[in-house]
């Protein structure tokens, strides 16, 4: 399986289908909390669900230059019950942040085939959260196919978002994509490749901004 006609495929997402979807929405300015001409926007599908076949997601937003220190990530059930809930510290820079989810919480709610919701809300006033922006969205841990744990098995490092894109897995194809990135940010066969896995989501506008070099690390 050679890896040009792949990288074609990463370029595109395919959704699943999943009825009448929300839909994406970033968090505008309140306040002086947020500076600069972009929002904070999560880097997910615009039907504002993403699945994944991990046992430790990692979520992806773009942050905009803010007063905010630190941004409050939840994940919630179908009821809107808690279920965990931790500090993130946020970059001194705008850029794409990334927050990748503990496996002990995914081990022991992060039910396989069920939805769940999370947030993140940036802390400008820790003591007024109404007045912090958010974002919010859908997940869903999901069992891939024997087809496709075949071909992941078989494939390549590079191969894989391609997999997970045609497969309607956004999260492990941005998540696997991203990381190639960090560790190659020059190789023009992977920018192109992202560039094109956030347009085929409308999110064009945020490709080119920097990837923070590390996952952000929570407070606790």
């Given at each position: 399986m050679c890896s040009a006609p792949l990288l074609a495929i990463a370029q595109e997402y395919r959704p699943p289908q999943r009825g009448t979807p929300a839909r994406?929405?970033?968090?505008?300015?309140?306040?002086?909390?947020?500076?600069?001409?972009?929002?904070?926007?999560?880097?997910?599908?615009?039907?504002?669900?993403?699945?994944?076949?991990?046992?430790?997601?990692?979520?992806?937003?773009?942050?905009?230059?803010?007063?905010?220190?630190?941004?409050?990530?939840?994940?919630?059930?179908?009821?809107?019950?808690?279920?965990?809930?931790?500090?993130?510290?946020?970059?001194?820079?705008?850029?794409?942040?990334?927050?990748?989810?503990?496996t002990n919480v995914t081990t022991s709610v992060l039910t396989v085939g069920k939805d769940f919701h999370w947030q993140l809300s940036l802390l400008c006033d820790p003591s007024q959260p109404s007045v912090n922006p958010f974002v919010e969205g859908v997940v869903q841990r999901i069992k891939p196919s024997a087809a496709l744990a075949s071909q992941l098995k078989k494939a390549s490092v590079r191969d894989?978002?391609?997999?997970?894109?045609?497969?309607?897995?956004?999260?492990?194809?941005?998540?696997?994509l991203a990381q190639q990135r960090r560790a190659n940010p020059q190789d023009p066969r992977l920018v192109d490749s992202w560039s094109r896995l956030l347009q085929s989501v409308q999110l064009e506008d945020f490709a080119k901004e920097p990837l923070q070099s590390c996952p952000t690390v929570p407070q606790r």
């Open positions: 994406r929405e970033g968090a505008g300015t309140r306040g002086t909390c947020l500076r600069g001409p972009k929002l904070l926007m999560p880097l997910i599908p615009i039907n504002n669900f993403s699945a994944t076949v991990s046992s430790s997601p990692t979520f992806f937003w773009y942050v905009p230059r803010t007063e905010a220190q630190t941004a409050e990530f939840a994940l919630l059930d179908s009821n809107d019950q808690t279920l965990y809930k931790t500090v993130i510290k946020l970059p001194n820079t705008p850029g794409i942040v990334s927050f990748n989810l503990p894989r978002p391609a997999l997970y894109a045609t497969a309607g897995i956004w999260q492990d194809a941005i998540a696997t």
